[in-house]
């Protein structure tokens, strides 16, 4: 496991999260879709923080709603935020997307999307989100 810039325990983790937010972001989980409200349109501008620890990840211009139930952008912010990893699990191949700051699983990127900029859909769990509008 690479070195992060915030490493917790597992039980300062669970002190911190939310079940849910436990399962999904250190437990590579994954929500039911469209449970969470951010799988429709973006509420604002602003940035997706990760829930976990508070990197800014996705801002709110890459957002498109993409029908699959969970948040999609086509694209990370700038600054090397996210990392991509070749995820083998039930039987795929798939390349898992983590944040880069704690190592919180966030979900899945897909060569799915050729309507957007870059043809990405990195599929996020809306569980591993927070929501920070931009000051007015």
Same mark, same amino acid.
Not at 30 to 37: D, K, M
Not at 67 to 80: K, M, N, R, S, T
Not at 103 to 115: K, M, Q, R
Not at 125 to 132: D, E, P, R, S
């Given at each position: ?19 849910? %937010?436990?399962? &999904?972001?250190?437990?590579? !989980?994954?929500? #039911? ?8 349109? *973006? ?39 996210? %990392?991509?990893? &070749?995820?083998?699990?039930? !039987?795929?191949? #798939? ?8 190592? *919180? ?32």
């Amino acid at each position: 496991m690479p070195n992060r810039e915030i490493e917790k325990t597992d039980a300062e983790w669970r002190a911190q999260l939310t079940p849910e %937010e436990y399962r &999904v972001l250190r437990q590579a !989980g994954t929500e #039911r879709p469209f449970t969470h409200e951010f799988w429709k349109e *973006s509420p604002a501008q602003g940035t997706y923080e990760c829930a976990a620890c508070g990197t800014g990840l996705f801002r709110d211009t890459a957002k498109f709603f993409s029908a699959c139930g969970w948040p999609a952008f086509y694209q990370a912010v700038e600054g090397d935020r996210v %990392e991509e990893k &070749v995820d083998m699990s039930h !039987g795929m191949r #798939r390349v898992e997307v983590v944040c880069k700051t704690c190592g *919180s699983h966030l979900g899945h990127v897909f060569e799915d999307a050729p309507h957007t900029p870059t043809g990405f859909r990195y599929c996020i769990n809306g569980v591993c989100l927070k929501f920070v509008p931009d000051p007015a």
